[in-house]
């Protein structure tokens, strides 16, 4: 079965600081992973995605992220914070040919100045 | 107007009340979603359309029942709603090919609803 675990569901860096948020999936398949963002009141926008090509993943507003099958692990980072970034994050997991999407419970990042 | 737009932002209706949520997706897309959106809750995928068809029932109760009359409208229709059903309600779509599994879902802003 498909699942979706992020590690922090609150992360707090300062301005200028790297950004680590850490998900780890299960999946049977050989699996699409997503990361999405949400700010306030927003829907949710999508910062990258993997697909079975490259294992490192560059998205939207200088975020990436690395698919390591070894450690079912794509964490998303950013090498420095800016305050904008402050949002709810999720990372999602594809199941197949199916259209569904899991999502993980959400990381919220705050970026103090 | 451009993306994924969602009718009413915010809903306030009791429990006796019927109303409906609207989606309109301006991408061209062929599948939209319903997804609930709870406090300390994953999102839930609730239900799929494929070019208008329903292919997903996620186990949702009957007091929603969604309609996609086109390709670009997507309603999911309320009524006789419990309290724990005050959520975030998010309207996704995508271009679905061959499958349904590798396109990226666009999400709208959601319609925050309030059941009292």
């Known amino acids: 079965a498909q699942s979706v675990t992020q590690l922090d569901s609150h992360v707090s860096v300062s301005e200028g600081t790297p950004v680590l948020l850490r998900c780890n999936y299960s999946?049977?398949?050989?699996?699409?992973l997503f990361w999405y963002v949400q700010h306030p009141n927003k829907g949710l926008q999508l910062l990258l995605k993997?697909?079975?090509?490259?294992?490192l993943v560059k998205g939207i507003n200088g975020f990436e992220a690395e698919f390591k099958k070894s450690e079912t692990s794509f964490h998303l980072t950013k090498p420095s914070a800016h305050m904008s970034d402050a949002a709810e994050y999720f990372c999602?997991?594809?199941?197949?040919?199916?259209?569904?999407?899991?999502f993980g419970q959400g990381t919220t990042l705050q970026v103090k100045p | 107007e451009t993306g994924v737009t969602q009718t009413p932002r915010h809903l306030v209706m009791g429990m006796t009340n019927k109303k409906s949520l609207k989606c309109e997706q301006h991408?061209?897309?062929?599948?939209m979603y319903w997804y609930k959106q709870s406090a300390k809750k994953p999102l839930e995928l609730m239900f799929v359309?494929?070019?208008?068809?329903?292919?997903e029932n996620n186990s949702v109760p009957s007091r929603f029942s969604p309609e996609c009359p086109n390709s670009s409208h997507l309603f999911l229709h309320l009524h006789t709603l419990q309290p724990e059903d005050s959520a975030l309600y998010l309207c996704?779509?995508?271009?679905?090919?061959?499958?349904?599994?590798?396109?990226?879902?666009?999400f709208g802003p959601g319609t925050r609803l309030l059941v009292l």
């Open positions: 996704a779509s995508s271009q679905a090919a061959g499958g349904l599994g590798l396109e990226t879902q666009y």
């Open positions: 999946s049977s398949y050989s699996p699409s």
């Open positions: 993997y697909t079975s090509a490259a294992t």
């Open positions: 999602v997991v594809s199941i197949g040919n199916t259209g569904k999407l899991i």
């Open positions: 991408l061209g897309h062929n599948a």
């Open positions: 359309y494929s070019l208008e068809e329903r292919v």
